[in-house]
């Protein structure tokens, strides 16, 4: 498992965040208009308790007393200034509505935009990496990333950047206000503060080991679940159910642990957050009720109008019962920002991560690019390899691993060659190098006399047709796997392909024939034919040149045969590479390309290489044992 996953990251990166702040940009009028919802509720939610505070002490407890600004709006009536109030109050709860409803809107709305962007410039980067990133990569790590680090990063943009900010907004409102009321009141409500900040820090390096066991656990529950759902035919063969189930339980149980430690943390944090607050509350309501029943003056910061603009000055100002219930109400709502911004934490520590790991991704460079200027063969698909030296990976050693070395050999249009060799002598390399799914270090390829470097990618890989040793289908009808989304081929193509590959009356037989649904790799179709429907796909495409890599080694003999019937025809007036380990399917080739530990070691037609009495005889001698195949059915032809 990659150590990627077992890092946090830091709770706050500015270089992070500022680059995830670039995919807001497009949206940036949703976003003002949301961040503004903000504000105005984090106004709202303060004001309040304050008009509480106004109507007990204006018009319940000491009629007519001042409530300072708010005086020109109130009646001096008991009853139309408490319906007044009312309103207000009811007024604020449906413009909190509206906010509310705004500010979720507009921000869920907005992650999922940046959810799609995101994912989509992923997909398109991992559509543009070349195959070697993913001999390095595993497949569940990358769509990890694609999945639950962007749903980490939505989850920011959604509830957590939005909260915190929110909760911020809410803080300095109630303290700015319960500071202007009664400082003294104020600070006895702050006084448990460092107890919070102690138990909040606490909380956090426990739910963020808990978070980090949690993550890694969950990464190995995917990688065993994977592992062994794709190899079950192999587990059940072998009776390792039990083992396989016990090794498991025992990463499940790892989840289930660290799931505990971290539920103990929440089922401990809150209460003691409750407790501390309540006391704040009560010592508020003691000391509070105290000043109220002996008239204790304070000093206090008054706000009024003066030609329209707000204005501020100190009076000492008695505590009243309307300053008492409004501090309770301050208080209560004072300590539920803290709670969640512990929280929210945690979602901005692994939001970080994930972003760490999303952007590490994005900025792996792309080795295998489109160059700037682009040369286009006009000749009619001459092939060269020109002494040609090539190795995946690189030794501990400054000499690297060469897979070929020193190649060459040349591909005259028209012409079947065939490619043999023991497994490892480099014969698929030759096919991948040539469809530049990776680059040679040393020496070139040519068609018709451009390097292929040079070529448009786009351009160089259509001139090829590929059938794999091991076909691959994709989730869709049969009619689309064989167009593979090239819109110019029509139906008509499409059935003429199968037609010629003896694959049409198949697909006829299925009950929705060519529209029948291939599942997913085509799980429900049989290896010979999803072979068939895989030389469809390249027939269809029309191309210059055909590659079979291993094309009729999984297949029994009947769909054999008819593979290489289809062949026979698919081969004519085309270019040809064939790569085989049955010597009988390259009997007629044109060339014969022998490998041998990364080199060319011998080069003919068939017989050849057997009057070489060489390395080809000796591959011929084991699989014939000096028995020449009579029948030309059996052999592909150029013919």
Same mark, same amino acid.
């Given at each position: 498992?990659?150590? %990627? %996953?077992?890092?946090?990251?830091?709770?706050?990166?500015?270089?992070?965040?500022?680059?995830?702040?670039?995919?807001?940009?497009?949206?940036?009028?949703?976003?003002?208009?949301?961040?503004?919802?903000?504000?105005?509720?984090?106004?709202?939610?303060?004001?309040?308790?304050?008009?509480?505070?106004?109507?007990?002490?204006?018009?319940?407890?000491?009629?007519?007393?001042?409530?300072?600004?708010?005086?020109?709006?109130?009646?001096?009536?008991?009853?139309?200034?408490?319906?007044?109030?009312?309103?207000?109050?009811?007024?604020? +709860?449906?413009?909190?509505?509206?906010?509310?409803?705004?500010?979720?809107?507009?921000?869920?709305?907005?992650?999922?935009?940046?959810?799609?962007?995101? /994912?989509?410039?992923?997909? /398109?980067?991992?559509?543009?990496?070349? $195959?070697?990133?993913?001999?390095?990569? =595993?497949?569940?790590?990358?769509?990890?990333?694609?999945?639950?680090?962007?749903? #980490?990063?939505?989850?920011?943009?959604?509830?957590?950047?939005?909260?915190?900010?929110?909760?911020?907004?809410?803080?300095?409102?109630?303290?700015? +206000?319960?500071?202007?009321?009664?400082?003294?009141?104020?600070?006895?409500?702050?006084?448990?503060?460092?107890? +919070?900040?102690?138990?909040?820090?606490?909380?956090?390096?426990?739910?963020?080991?808990?978070?980090?066991?949690?993550?890694?656990?969950? #990464?190995? +529950?995917?990688?065993?679940?994977?592992?062994?759902?794709?190899?079950?035919?192999?587990?059940?063969?072998?009776?390792? %159910?039990?083992?396989?189930?016990?090794?498991?339980?025992?990463?499940?149980?790892?989840?289930?642990?660290?799931?505990?430690?971290?539920?103990?943390?929440?089922?401990?944090?809150?209460?003691?957050?409750?407790?501390?607050?309540?006391?704040?509350?009560?010592?508020?309501?003691?000391?509070?009720?105290?000043?109220?029943?002996?008239?204790?003056?304070?000093?206090?910061?008054?706000?009024?109008?003066?030609?329209?603009?707000?204005?501020?000055?100190?009076?000492?100002?008695?505590?009243?019962?309307?300053?008492?219930?409004?501090?309770?109400?301050? #208080?209560?709502?004072?300590?539920?920002?803290?709670?969640?911004?512990? %929280?929210?934490?945690?979602?901005?520590?692994?939001?970080?991560?994930?972003? @760490?790991?999303?952007?590490?991704?994005?900025?792996?460079?792309?080795?295998?690019?489109?160059?700037?200027?682009?040369?286009?063969?006009?000749?009619?698909?001459?092939?060269?390899?020109?002494?040609?030296?090539?190795?995946?990976?690189?030794?501990?050693?400054?000499? =690297?691993?060469?897979?070929?070395?020193?190649?060459?050999?040349?591909?005259?249009?028209?012409?079947? $060659?065939?490619?043999?060799?023991?497994?490892?002598?480099?014969?698929?390399?030759?096919?991948?190098?040539?469809?530049?799914?990776?680059?040679?270090?040393?020496?070139?390829?040519?068609?018709?006399?451009?390097?292929?470097?040079?070529?448009?990618? #786009?351009?160089?890989?259509?001139?090829?047709?590929?059938?794999?040793?091991?076909?691959?289908?994709?989730?869709?009808? $049969?009619?689309?796997?064989?167009?593979?989304?090239?819109?110019?081929?029509?139906?008509?193509?499409? @059935?003429?392909?199968?037609?010629?590959?003896?694959?049409?009356?198949?697909?006829?037989?299925? =009950?929705?024939?060519?529209?029948?649904?291939?599942?997913?790799?085509?799980?429900?179709?049989?290896?010979?034919?999803?072979?068939?429907?895989?030389?469809?796909?390249?027939?269809?495409?029309?191309?210059?040149?055909?590659?079979?890599?291993?094309?009729?080694?999984?297949?029994?003999? @009947?769909?054999?045969?008819?593979?290489?019937?289809?062949?026979?025809?698919?081969?004519?007036?085309?270019?040809?590479?064939?790569?085989?380990? /049955?010597?009988?399917?390259?009997?007629?080739?044109?060339?014969?390309?022998?490998?041998?530990?990364?080199?060319?070691? @011998?080069?003919?037609?068939?017989?050849?290489?057997?009057?070489?009495?060489?390395?080809?005889?000796?591959?011929?001698?084991?699989?014939?044992?000096?028995?020449?195949?009579?029948?030309?059915?059996?052999?592909?032809?150029?013919?």
């Amino acid at each position: 498992m990659s150590s %990627e %996953e077992e890092v946090l990251g830091k709770a706050y990166d500015s270089r992070l965040m500022g680059r995830l702040l670039t995919y807001l940009r497009p949206y940036k009028v949703q976003t003002t208009v949301a961040l503004a919802a903000i504000v105005l509720k984090a106004l709202a939610e303060a004001v309040g308790p304050f008009l509480v505070k106004v109507e007990i002490d204006k018009y319940l407890v000491q009629p007519h007393q001042s409530a300072g600004f708010l005086d020109r709006f109130l009646s001096p009536n008991a009853y139309t200034g408490i319906a007044q109030i009312g309103g207000i109050y009811a007024g604020i +709860i449906a413009l909190s509505f509206v906010l509310e409803f705004a500010q979720t809107y507009f921000m869920q709305w907005t992650g999922q935009k940046v959810m799609f962007d995101l /994912r989509s410039q992923i997909f /398109r980067h991992l559509q543009h990496m070349h $195959v070697g990133f993913y001999d390095k990569n =595993p497949v569940g790590r990358l769509v990890t990333r694609v999945t639950t680090d962007v749903d #980490a990063l939505n989850e920011l943009f959604t509830s957590g950047v939005v909260s915190i900010f929110e909760d911020i907004f809410v803080l300095a409102g109630i303290i700015t +206000i319960m500071t202007m009321m009664n400082w003294k009141l104020a600070l006895i409500t702050f006084a448990v503060l460092p107890l +919070i900040f102690y138990a909040t820090q606490v909380f956090r390096i426990k739910v963020r080991d808990s978070y980090r066991r949690i993550r890694i656990a969950i #990464a190995r +529950i995917n990688s065993h679940l994977q592992e062994h759902v794709s190899g079950m035919t192999v587990l059940q063969l072998f009776n390792r %159910e039990r083992r396989a189930y016990d090794k498991f339980s025992e990463v499940n149980d790892v989840h289930r642990e660290a799931y505990k430690d971290a539920i103990l943390a929440h089922a401990v944090y809150y209460p003691v957050v409750e407790i501390l607050s309540s006391v704040a509350i009560a010592t508020v309501i003691w000391f509070g009720g105290n000043q109220v029943l002996r008239s204790v003056a304070t000093l206090t910061v008054s706000m009024g109008l003066a030609k329209g603009l707000p204005h501020f000055h100190l009076l000492p100002t008695l505590t009243t019962l309307g300053v008492l219930v409004a501090f309770m109400q301050y #208080a209560q709502r004072f300590f539920k920002p803290i709670q969640d911004l512990s %929280e929210k934490y945690n979602i901005l520590q692994s939001a970080m991560a994930s972003a @760490e790991r999303v952007f590490k991704l994005l900025d792996t460079p792309t080795e295998i690019t489109v160059p700037a200027v682009i040369k286009t063969p006009a000749g009619p698909g001459r092939i060269d390899f020109d002494r040609v030296w090539f190795a995946y990976r690189n030794i501990e050693s400054n000499e =690297p691993d060469w897979v070929l070395r020193d190649v060459s050999f040349t591909v005259t249009p028209g012409e079947t $060659v065939a490619f043999v060799g023991h497994t490892g002598a480099g014969k698929t390399t030759i096919i991948s190098l040539l469809l530049r799914f990776y680059d040679v270090q040393k020496g070139a390829i040519r068609i018709d006399g451009v390097d292929i470097k040079d070529m448009d990618l #786009a351009d160089l890989r259509r001139r090829f047709g590929v059938v794999l040793q091991d076909p691959f289908l994709f989730s869709g009808t $049969v009619a689309q796997n064989i167009r593979l989304g090239s819109s110019w081929i029509t139906d008509a193509g499409v @059935e003429k392909a199968a037609e010629e590959v003896n694959v049409a009356d198949f697909i006829r037989s299925l =009950p929705q024939g060519f529209q029948e649904e291939v599942r997913e790799r085509g799980s429900t179709l049989s290896t010979g034919q999803k072979q068939l429907i895989s030389f469809a796909r390249a027939l269809a495409h029309e191309p210059k040149i055909l590659i079979l890599d291993e094309a009729t080694s999984s297949v029994d003999t @009947e769909t054999e045969f008819r593979v290489r019937d289809a062949l026979t025809r698919m081969v004519v007036g085309r270019t040809s590479l064939i790569i085989a380990h /049955r010597l009988s399917t390259i009997q007629r080739a044109d060339k014969i390309i022998l490998l041998h530990k990364g080199k060319l070691r @011998e080069m003919g037609t068939h017989q050849q290489l057997l009057a070489q009495h060489g390395i080809y005889f000796k591959l011929y001698q084991l699989q014939y044992k000096d028995q020449e195949l009579s029948s030309p059915a059996t052999a592909i032809t150029a013919d």
